[in-house]
């Protein structure tokens, strides 16, 4: 037996000694969220993830997922590194790869999930065995749902969850339980009219507040496509090679967001401000070394060079005489597989294309940031 009040407010005290920066408690009813989901699906939005369709409406339904879940634990951990290169300077700098802040350190799915089961031992400790599962974004569990339900934050314009102590430079984690306690209180909303984040889209991909088409997504097309990217999108990619922050970058609620305490989030192997042409250059041996332990990896070597190769050609857009550019696409002509030789072509064509001048990125960004708050 034990007091459910004093257990959730113990509970919450062990989630920060193990390294995250909130916990909060929700229930399992998420039926709200059904609609727009089913709505979002029907336009496609989801691409070639046929693995949200397949699963249907079980990420809504907790309790069906794991059987006999009365409540859900659900935690943020920032991970903003600390000395990583300033995102906006390697955005602006096409001879640079820009890679999502999230993907610079160790993979967080294996850091939140080995927090997550500390927890429940620490848990199990005081009230003896119960039904646990932790899930870290890899199962049909509608995080951003249960994070607004708990009061973490609520759901931007953008589609991530904001936190008006942290922003949205945080990693979402749920531990699922099988017994009772007190539930925390959604927040409201606080994006008022700003619409930063939809502005400086480089792809327009956020269609409506808080809907992202997929399709359109640097992101999606960066690490979840096996496609090639699509010719439309690969000048507004710019350097992005590995997902997209831009807007967080210019959301206004992240002047308070907060570094990673946590050191596994620290960039590895310089990829805070990474060259393009050494990218380019790796080897897959090498590419398994320098991303092993990293979220990264999991894209593989072929579609890392496919999205360096876009980024050289956005390169060449800008310093057409690059003749190491040059000279590094066409020694891999050949070498690795059509695709890439589609976009190495492409990325060479560029070179015809816009004189020197001024980056699409930084106007952008100038835009975005002129607008009132």
Known sequence: MFNPDELKAQIKVWAIELGFDELRVTDTDLSHYEAGYLDWIAQKHQGTMDYLVTHGLKRFRPAELVPGTLRVLAVRKNYLPPDSSGPRDVLHNPELGYVSRYALGRDYHKVMRSNLQKLAERITQEIGAFGFRAFVDSAPVYETGLAEKAGIGWKGKHSLILNRQGGSWFFLGELFIDFDLPVDEPVESHCGSCTACI?????????????VDARRCISYL????????PPEFREAMGNRIYGCDDCQL???WNRFARVAADADFRARHGLDAPGLIE????DEPTFLHKTEGMAIRRIGWQRWLRNVAVALGNLLRN?????????????RCGQVGDQLDRHIQWALAQREGLPNG??????????ALSMPE
């Open 358 to 367: 001024e980056s699409k990125t930084a106007k952008m960004f100038e835009d």
């Open 279 to 282: 990218l380019f250059l790796w």
């Open 199 to 211: 502005t400086v889209c480089p792809t327009q991909a956020i269609v409506a507040d808080g809907v």
């Open 250 to 252: 210019v959301c206004p």
């Open 222 to 229: 960066t690490i979840e496509s096996k496609d090639d990217i």
């Open 319 to 331: 310093q057409p005489d690059n003749t190491s550019a040059v000279a590094a696409l066409q020694a």
